[in-house]
C-alpha cells in the first residue's frame, strides 16, 4: 500500500475516495479514538494530565488501523481544520505509534478534487499548539463538570450535571424568563389615520398615516381625536431622499444556524447534522466556522452567474471581514463549493438547506438595492402633534433579487406607495382612529437567538454552540416548547361624524412558538449555583476562557498553566460550599401547615421533578408526596394549589369489583383500573374526570391491545409491535427473523422455542470496567 488516508467520519472517506486514484486507500476513524475515560475524572490530579483509553468498540478498528498504517508507504491524516480535527489527528499518531513528525497533516475547507489535491501538495505536522487549546477545553470542562456535579447531588437531587458553558447558557434563559415575570405590560393608544387627495388626473387617492404621538390613556385619546373633527390637514413637508440596502454576508457557524431557524424551522443541531452531511458529500465548505472569508475562486464563479443570468449591474464583488479575535474553526465562510451548481441531489431537507447557503451566498456578491423613501409630514389645525406618512417606491432589486433579510419595520413598508404629495396640499379626513395597545414584553429566546446572544458575549464557539443548546434540554434544565398567548381584551375609539364611538376587541398577546423555557430544576441549579460560585457563572469569565484558550491554540500560552492555576482556585470553592450545611433542602420552599394534620407542607425538587411535601423527614410518619402538574412552578404555587394535589390519588368509583382510580406520577395524570394504566389526555382535568370517562380510556386502550395481539399459541403470544411482529413468553420479548415476521400466521410453537433456545444460550456481552 502507497498511501493510507485517514479521515474522521465514513461519508467523508467514501467521498474523498472518489478523488483519490488506486495509490490512496482511505479510512475512516469514526470520530476520536481515544478519550477520557467515561463515569470517571481521567485526569491526574497531581499533574492535571488528562488519561485517555480505547474505548472498547474502538479496539478491532485500532488493530485494522495499525495494520494497515504499518504496510502504507505514507500516512496521511486528514481530519477536519478545528481544534477537534486537530485533537483526532494527535490521538491517532499516539495510538498508532506513528512519528508525528514524519506523518502528513492535510486540510482542506472543502471536499473537491482541487482542494484535496492542492492538500496534498502542501502537507504539515500536526498542529500542537491547537491540540493543547482542545485539550485544555476538554480537561478544564471536566474539572468543573466533576467537581461541580457532586455538589449538585447532595444539595439539590441526584443526577444533576453542571458544565463551564451550559451553566451559563442556562443562566440567560432563567435571566429572562424572570424577566417576563417582573415584567409590567403597559397600554397605549396609537392613533391611525386614512387622509385622502385628488391627484392630478382627478382620482381620489388614500394617504395611510401615524400620530407622532402616543397617548397613555383613553382620555387623552379621546380628546385628541374629538379635536380632529373640525381639524384642517395640510402637508407641511415632503422629503423624498435615496435609500439603498446591503446584503448580509455569507454565512458562518451561528448566522446559519439563525437563518435556518427563521426560514427553515430547523432546530440548530439538526442544521448542524444536515450540513455537516453536506459538507462530507462535497456540496458545501466546512461547516463550523466563525469566518467571513470567501475564496477567490467562489468570488470569480458568483461573478459569472451573477453577470451571465441577472447581468453585469447586478454583480459586485465583496470582502467580508469577521469582527471575532481569534476566529478558530476554518478560515472561509459556508458557502457551495461550486457556484454554477445552484441545486443538489440529496434529500429534502439537505436541499433546503444547501439552496439557503447558495442563495445567500450569491447574493454576498450582488449590488446593493436601491429605494426611493418619501416622508410626509402631515400638520393639524389647532395641534402640535402630526400625522406622519411613509412609503417606499423600489428603483432596483440588486440583492433583494434572489434574497432578502427583512425587518419587520422594512417588511411592513416594502412596497408602500404615496401618491404625489406637495407642500401645502389640503387633505380631507377619512378615518382616524384610537387603537389601544400593549407594550411588548421580552421575547424567550429560540435556539437561534440564544446562539446569537452567546456569540454577542463571546461565549463557547463555532464547534460548542449545538452541543451546548442540546445538552441543557437533555438534562431537563431547559424545556423546548410553545407559548399559547394571553387573551385581552382592547378598546378601539374611533371618529365618526355623529361623534367618538367606542368599541372592544378581544385579542391575543405574546403566542411564542420553539421557545425555551426553564424548568424548576434548570432555576435552581441556577440559582444555586449563581450564588456558591459566581465566578464560574459569570459570562466575562465564560468569554475570558474562550481568549484564554484562542491564545493557547496561537502558541502564546501554557494550557498546563492555564488549567493548574483554575484547579488551585477552584477546588477550595468546591470544597467550602460541599461542606456548608442548611436547614432546608436547596430550592425547598414551605407554604404552610396543613391544618387538619398540624404537617408542614412544602415544595421541593424530587427524584422526578418538582413535588409537594406534606410532612418532614423527621415527623415519625413518613411523609406524603405529589407531583406537580403541567403548568405549576415550585416559584410560584400557593399553599391552597398544593393542598390540592393531595387530593390524589382519587377513587372515581367500582366496576365489576374493582376500584377505578386517578393519579399523577412524574410520567403524568393517569387512570388505574385492575392493575393497568392508561395516560389521561391534556384536556381532561385529572381532577374532574368522571368514572364514565376513565372507563372509556380503558375500554379504548383494551381494544387497542387486542389488535395488537395477533395470536395466542399456548403461553406465547404473537405481538404487533411499532417496529413490526414479535413474540412473548411469560414477560420476556423475543424477536423475530424478517423471513418469520413477513408472515406471523404461519409461525409455529417449535419455531419459536427454538428462537428462546438460542437466545438463552447467546453470550452476554458485559462493559469493561
Known amino acids: 500500500m502507497k498511501n493510507l488516508v485517514i479521515v474522521e467520519s465514513p461519508a467523508k472517506a467514501q467521498t474523498l475516495g472518489r478523488f483519490l486514484g488506486d495509490d490512496y486507500t ?79 497533516r492535510i486540510v482542506f475547507h472543502e471536499i473537491t478534487k482541487p482542494a484535496i489535491f492542492a492538500a496534498l501538495e502542501n502537507p504539515r505536522h500536526v498542529d500542537r499548539n491547537l491540540v493543547n487549546a482542545q485539550q485544555a477545553r476538554r480537561v478544564l470542562d471536566r474539572i468543573v463538570g466533576f467537581e461541580l456535579s457532586p455538589v449538585l447531588w447532595r444539595k439539590i437531587k441526584p443526577g444533576l450535571s453542571a458544565g463551564r458553558v451550559q451553566s451559563v447558557a442556562v443562566r440567560l434563559i432563567v435571566e429572562r424568563e424572570r424577566e417576563i415575570e417582573s415584567f409590567k405590560s403597559k397600554a397605549m393608544f396609537v392613533v391611525n389615520a386614512v387622509f385622502s387627495i385628488v391627484d392630478e388626473n382627478g382620482e381620489k387617492q388614500d394617504v395611510k398615516a401615524e400620530l407622532n404621538k402616543r397617548f397613555t390613556n383613553a382620555n387623552a385619546a379621546r380628546a385628541f381625536l374629538e379635536s380632529c373633527a373640525n381639524a384642517e390637514f395640510r402637508v407641511e413637508d415632503v422629503e423624498k431622499k435615496p435609500v439603498k440596502r446591503s446584503p448580509a454576508p455569507p454565512f458562518m457557524t451561528s448566522t446559519m444556524q439563525q437563518e435556518a431557524s427563521r426560514r427553515l424551522g430547523y432546530s440548530v443541531s439538526q ?17 463550523r466556522t466563525d469566518s467571513l472569508n470567501l475564496s477567490s475562486l467562489c468570488l470569480a464563479g458568483a461573478k459569472t452567474v451573477v453577470t451571465e443570468q441577472m447581468g453585469k449591474e447586478y454583480s459586485k464583488p465583496r470582502n467580508f471581514h469577521t469582527n471575532t479575535k481569534g476566529a478558530q474553526e476554518a478560515h472561509e465562510a459556508i458557502r457551495p463549493t461550486h457556484m454554477d451548481q445552484p441545486d443538489i441531489d440529496g434529500n429534502p431537507q439537505e436541499k433546503r438547506l444547501y439552496r439557503l447557503i447558495y442563495l445567500r451566498t450569491l447574493a454576498s456578491q450582488m449590488a446593493d438595492a436601491k429605494f426611493e423613501k418619501t416622508t410626509a409630514t402631515i400638520g393639524i389645525s389647532g395641534r402640535e402633534e402630526k400625522f406622519v406618512a411613509t412609503g417606499e417606491r423600489l428603483l432596483f432589486d440588486g440583492f433583494t433579487r434572489v434574497y432578502h433579510e427583512q425587518t419587520e419595520e422594512e417588511a411592513q413598508q416594502s412596497g408602500v ?13 377619512k378615518k382616524i382612529r384610537a387603537i389601544e395597545k400593549l407594550s411588548p414584553r421580552p421575547q424567550r429566546y429560540s435556539e437561534a437567538t440564544l446562539v446569537k446572544k452567546m456569540e454577542e458575549l463571546g461565549i463557547g464557539r463555532p464547534s460548542t454552540y449545538a452541543p451546548t443548546i442540546s445538552t441543557i434540554q437533555q438534562r431537563g434544565y431547559v424545556e423546548r416548547g410553545n407559548k399559547e398567548g394571553i387573551k385581552h381584551t382592547y378598546t378601539i375609539l374611533e371618529l365618526q361624524t355623529s361623534g367618538i364611538k367606542e368599541s372592544t376587541k378581544e385579542g391575543v398577546a405574546d403566542v411564542e412558538k420553539g421557545k425555551l423555557f426553564p424548568t424548576d430544576t434548570g432555576k435552581i441549579v441556577n440559582d444555586f449555583l449563581a450564588l456558591t460560585f459566581p465566578t464560574i457563572m459569570d459570562y466575562d469569565f465564560t468569554a475570558h476562557v474562550e481568549k484564554e484558550f484562542d491564545a493557547i491554540a496561537e502558541g502564546q500560552k501554557d494550557w498546563n498553566a492555564l488549567v493548574r492555576t483554575f484547579y488551585n482556585e477552584f477546588t477550595p470553592q468546591v470544597e467550602e460550599v460541599a461542606e456548608h450545611q442548611t436547614e432546608l433542602r436547596v430550592g425547598e420552599r414551605q407554604l404552610g401547615v396543613d391544618p387538619k394534620t398540624g404537617k408542614m407542607v412544602s415544595v421541593k425538587i424530587g427524584r422526578y421533578g418538582p413535588v409537594a411535601q406534606l410532612g418532614l423527614a423527621s415527623d415519625d410518619e413518613k411523609p406524603r408526596f405529589a407531583q406537580l402538574r403541567d403548568g405549576m412552578s415550585i416559584d410560584t404555587i400557593t399553599f391552597e394549589q398544593a393542598m390540592e394535589l393531595f387530593k390524589l390519588p382519587r377513587v372515581l368509583g367500582v366496576v365489576d369489583d374493582r376500584e377505578v382510580i386517578v393519579n399523577v406520577s412524574h410520567y403524568g395524570p393517569y387512570v388505574s383500573y385492575n392493575r393497568q394504566n392508561v395516560s389521561i389526555p391534556d384536556d381532561i382535568d385529572v ?59 404461519a409461525i409455529t410453537e417449535e419455531q419459536c422455542r427454538e428462537l428462546m433456545e438460542k437466545a438463552a444460550k447467546a453470550p452476554v456481552h458485559r462493559k469493561r470496567k
Open 417 to 429: 406607495l404615496l401618491p404625489a404629495l406637495k407642500q401645502g396640499d389640503s387633505l380631507r379626513k
Open 26 to 104: 482511505v479510512m475512516s476513524s469514526h470520530g476520536h479514538i481515544r478519550d477520557l475515560k467515561p463515569r470517571s475524572f481521567s485526569i491526574n490530579t497531581t499533574t492535571l494530565m488528562p488519561e485517555y483509553i480505547v474505548p472498547d468498540d474502538k479496539l478491532s478498528l485500532v488493530r485494522s488501523l495499525r495494520d494497515a498504517a504499518k504496510k502504507a508507504d505514507k500516512v496521511w491524516l486528514a481530519s477536519d481544520e478545528d481544534r477537534e480535527g486537530e485533537a483526532i489527528s494527535w490521538h491517532l499518531t499516539e495510538v498508532l505509534g506513528l512519528d508525528i513528525e514524519n506523518t502528513n
Open 687 to 745: 381532577m374532574k374526570i368522571t368514572l364514565d370517562q376513565a372507563m372509556s380510556l380503558i375500554d379504548q386502550k383494551a381494544e387497542s391491545e387486542k389488535q395488537r395481539l395477533l395470536r395466542t399459541i399456548g403461553d406465547i403470544e404473537i405481538i404487533n409491535g411499532r417496529y413490526g411482529p414479535y413474540f412473548s413468553c411469560k414477560g420476556k420479548n423475543y424477536r423475530l427473523p424478517k423471513q418469520l415476521a413477513a408472515n406471523p400466521d
Open 271 to 287: 442544521t448542524m447534522r444536515i450540513a455537516q452531511g453536506l459538507y462530507e458529500k462535497g456540496f458545501i465548505t466546512y461547516m
